[in-house]
């Protein structure tokens, strides 16, 4: 029985390459708890990712009070959040619901909670504090180009996350899209605005999100068609795999630093010392130096391993 539960907990996971330590440690063993309970009463992923919304939201709002035990109470509740957004990716692995709404609706939970984050910050900041409530402009424009920042960082962390699961596990262990594709989907299928409206607006707004992706990354695109082209029927040489995966995985941890654990333990930190404002300049500078350079790593990959694919040698 528990050689069971071992193996269901390991199929709850995306790949030991790409979890966080933290994640290993803690979130997941509580989210494949939830998703065992969520699997036995018959609730969805999706269920659990909009109950993960409520949730960390309501840590935003909290965090809006300068008063410590009311952001250590908001504190607590994203931890909850974080756990069931966790848990309904775990659950879709071990029910196998697997959905691109899902999947968008999985990213929309951290947008949703930083957004709250974020404007709880700038108002906390605009009335409590003496020197932002004389420039109430500034938190405002730090703020938003900070948001820009954080998006794009988390979108690459993520895509690197997804190019190194198409390689571990192939495209069914992969949540890695193509934009042309996805632009295809909606111009060629039954997908309209009149019958479809909510289904089309997020396959629009995650097109723009996968065209930023392939933009950024522009030899990881061009790595992509060549593969394409060399082996139309999908089945990359494994020694391909395995040397894009030996090369990939150190650039994990830096992916990782971009998600979830670390930037909280910064939020975190800020407000224990009753500056939030903190954590936008954190986000300016240490977050996207991390950003810059993982991607100038992947690139660098990307050109080495195409020209060896070029030069014949898988």
């Known amino acids: 029985m528990k050689k069971s539960q071992d193996d269901d907990y390991r199929r709850s996971l995306k ?57 250590v109470a908001g504190m607590l509740l994203l931890i909850w959040a974080n756990s069931f957004d966790s848990a309904d990716g775990q659950l879709a692995r071990l029910t196998k619901q697997y959905s691109r709404i899902g999947r968008i609706l999985d990213g929309l939970c951290g947008d949703f909670w930083f957004t709250t984050i974020y404007l709880a910050i700038i108002f906390r900041e605009n009335i409590f504090s003496p020197f932002f409530s004389l420039h109430p402009w500034l938190i405002w424009t730090i703020a938003v180009v900070t948001a820009v920042c954080h998006a794009k960082q988390a979108a690459m962390a993520d895509y690197y996350r997804q190019f190194h699961l198409y390689f571990l596990k192939g495209e069914d262990g992969s949540e890695l899209d193509n934009a042309d594709e996805l632009q295809r989907q909606l111009s060629e299928g039954d997908i309209t605005w009149k019958h479809c409206f909510w289904k089309r607006l997020t396959l629009t707004f995650y097109l723009g999100y996968t065209r930023q992706q392939e933009a950024t990354s522009p030899a990881m695109q061009e790595l992509r068609r060549e593969l394409r082209r060399r082996f139309p029927d999908g089945v990359i040489p494994q020694s391909f795999r395995d040397d894009f995966r030996r090369a990939s995985l150190p650039l994990m941890k830096y992916t990782n630093i971009l998600s979830f654990n670390w930037r909280v333990i910064t939020l975190f930190t800020t407000l224990i010392i009753g500056q939030p404002w903190l954590y936008f300049v954190a986000e300016l500078t240490v977050f996207n130096v991390l950003l810059v350079y993982m991607i100038v790593r992947h690139e660098r990959l990307c050109r080495r391993l195409l020209l060896r694919l070029k030069e014949g040698e898988y």
Do not use: K, M, Q
């Open 15 to 71: 790949s030991l390459d790409t979890e966080e330590g933290i994640d290993l440690a803690f979130y997941r063993p509580i989210g494949y708890r939830w998703a065992c309970l969520a699997a036995r009463i018959g609730v969805s992923p999706n269920v659990i990712t909009i109950a993960a919304i409520f949730l960390g939201v309501g840590a935003g709002v909290l965090f809006y009070f300068p008063d410590l035990w009311l952001n």
